[in-house]
Every structure is written in structure tokens, then in C-alpha cells.
């Protein structure tokens, strides 16, 4: 059943790939350079700490640029820039924490080509960052980055796989980065952990994680590589696991509580963090602070600083 689905899927998504290919459906420019931080598979690729990352330096360049996300689950429709005290179920927990940490406006916009205008108009953005944005081909993109996360040429489409689109679809992208050991040469990226965040917004060194029991507690799409993470710092980790973007209900906290029994600490991801009540935590919580660390950076960046200086097309025409 799952890969009559698939079949079908990928003739959908085929089909509206041709009508862009062949003009047919056109790609709205919107008058500020366009930076696309995308990928092919479902989840769990790095896109956020990447966006983050992203942002970061090209502001330490003197840029500003402004992320545009759709704002997954959050019901508020946009363009909207995203406050610290906002909501994660009003904006998503993703365009929150971006908002928290990055350093950057955040815009909150499901229509991405009205969240590029918004920028401009409104922030006086120099460029946007596009998050989550390959297949949102409805705007014109200067240039298209694409994380990939595994070999996605043995994978299959959604719903029997993970892949949003074939394969091939790569081809599209200007820059490819393996994440996560995906292997495949060229550019990489990994996710560092740098620190531990207590509730109070404080920062503790992971050396606190050595000899220490504790509860791994994530809604994220591949949770194994989060407690893998914290076990490479001595910690003794046990896993609870719930689906992404999952939001915590006080049942929820409850089992996590019997689940923490025991443990020093709990902790969990910074995206996981901003969906829990902070009335229904303690002490023991953490969130593990993760950084994207890029081989190719610094050329990354001097390519986006002469989009904009320049004001042209890079790659695409």
C-alpha cells in the first residue's frame, strides 16, 4: 500500500516540478536576494542549527539578514515577526527558537514570497534566508542550499521512505552539505554540542554531564543521535522519545517524572525546551545547546556577500 502511495506521490511531485521546469508556473521574484536552506528527506537533517548558523555570520559580516520560516504548527497565519515571548503553538517551536537564539528577525510567513516582502518593506533586510525552503519553488531563489543527511539514492519517496522528492532533485541545488558522517565527499557539517542551558537561561559546561544519570527527553525526528551525544560526555542516558515537533501535554510530564525517578538531570533539545510549560519543570532540567559546524563556511558566506553586493544571480539565470 505504502509504495502505491509513493507512486502516486512521486507523480505528483514530478508533475509540479515540470510546470516550474518549463515556466509554466513561474517563480516570484521578490526584490531581495533569496537563500534557500532546504533538504530532500523528511526531518532530522539540520536545516534549523544551519539557518542559525548561517545567520550568525553573515550578521558578524555586517549583513541582515532575516529568516523566513513558515512556522510549522503555529496557527497564526503571517507575515509576523516572531517575538521571544511569543507561543510556540501561535508561531512553531522551530521559528521560536530561531527568534531566541539567533540573533536575527524571524518572520513567520506559510506564503514565503509575502514573508521576503515583509522583510524588505518592513525590516530592512539586506537578504533572506529561506528555512525549509527546496521545495517551496514559488519563489525565486539566488541560490539553494540543500542538506542531505543519509545515501538518498537508495531511498524511497514518502510515505514507504523519507524522501520528499527522487534523488535527482539535487540537481537543482548550487551547494550540497552532508550532515551527520552522510558521507559523499564535498562539503560537511556536523552538529557540535557546546553547552547545557538550565531553565533560567543559564549556561553550564557539558563537563557536568560526566558520571551523571541521565533522562534524554525529545520530540525530535531521530533521537538517537541526541542521547548519543550526551553519552560521548561520560553521561549514563536513558531515552524517551516522542514524535517531532511533538508538544507536551501535563500527562505527558507526569510519565516523564516517573521515567526521571533517581536521575540527576534531565535533558532535552533547545527545540524541545520551548514547548514545555516552564511552570512544570524542575531544577534538573536542561537543554543541550548544539552548534552546526560547516568545512566550507567561510566560502559560503563570501559567495551570499557578493549576491547581495553585487545585486545578480550567482549561479542561476
Known amino acids: 500500500m505504502r509504495k502505491a502511495l509513493s507512486h502516486l506521490y512521486g507523480l505528483a511531485v514530478g508533475a509540479r516540478g515540470f510546470l516550474y521546469d518549463t515556466g509554466i508556473f513561474a517563480a516570484h521574484r521578490t526584490g531581495i536576494p533569496v537563500v534557500s536552506i532546504g533538504n530532500i528527506e523528511a526531518g ?39 517575538r521571544a ?31 521576503a516582502l515583509f522583510a524588505k518593506k518592513e525590516l530592512g533586510a ?11 519553488r514559488r519563489i525565486h531563489r539566488d541560490l539553494d542550499i540543500v542538506l542531505v543527511s543519509g545515501d538518498v539514492r537508495t531511498g524511497a519517496l514518502l510515505p514507504a521512505g523519507s524522501l520528499r522528492e527522487p534523488a535527482d532533485a539535487l540537481k537543482r541545488a548550487d551547494i550540497v552539505i552532508h550532515t551527520k558522517g552522510a558521507g559523499g565527499g564535498g562539503i560537511t557539517a556536523e552538529l557540535v554540542p557546546c553547552s547545557l542551558i538550565d531553565p533560567s537561561g543559564s549556561r553550564e559546561d557539558l ?43 501535563p500527562r505527558d510530564m507526569e510519565a516523564i517524572g516517573e521515567k526521571a525517578r533517581g536521575k540527576d538531570l534531565i535533558v532535552t533539545t533547545e527545540k524541545d525546551m520551548v514547548r514545555l510549560d516552564p511552570r512544570l519543570i524542575d531544577g534538573r532540567w536542561r537543554a543541550l545547546r548544539v552548534e552546526m559546524r560547516v568545512s566550507a563556511m567561510d566560502a559560503i558566506v563570501r559567495e551570499i556577500e557578493g549576491i547581495v553586493k553585487g545585486g545578480s544571480i550567482s549561479r542561476q539565470g
Do not use: N
Open 44 to 82: 532530522g537533517t539540520g536545516k534549523t542549527p544551519m539557518t542559525i548558523a548561517l545567520a550568525r555570520e553573515l550578521a558578524a559580516r555586517g549583513l541582515k539578514p532575516a529568516i523566513v520560516t513558515r512556522g510549522y504548527r503555529g496557527r497564526l497565519r503571517g507575515p509576523i515577526r516572531v
Open 85 to 115: 515571548g511569543h507561543r510556540p503553538e501561535d508561531v512553531g517551536d522551530e521559528a521560536l527558537l530561531m527568534a531566541r537564539i539567533s540573533g536575527t528577525d524571524v518572520i513567520k510567513s506559510p506564503d514565503r514570497v509575502q514573508g
Open 126 to 136: 539586506d537578504l533572506v534566508l529561506l528555512d525549509d525552503g527546496f521545495q517551496h
Open 207 to 249: 563537563s557536568v554531564l560526566q558520571g551523571r544519570s541521565v533522562l534524554a527527553v525529545c520530540g525530535i525526528a531521530r533521537p538517537a543521535h541526541f542521547s548519543e551525544m550526551m553519552g560521548g560526555f561520560g553521561a549514563r542516558v536513558e531515552t524517551m522519545a516522542f514524535p517531532d515537533h511533538h508538544r507536551f501535554s
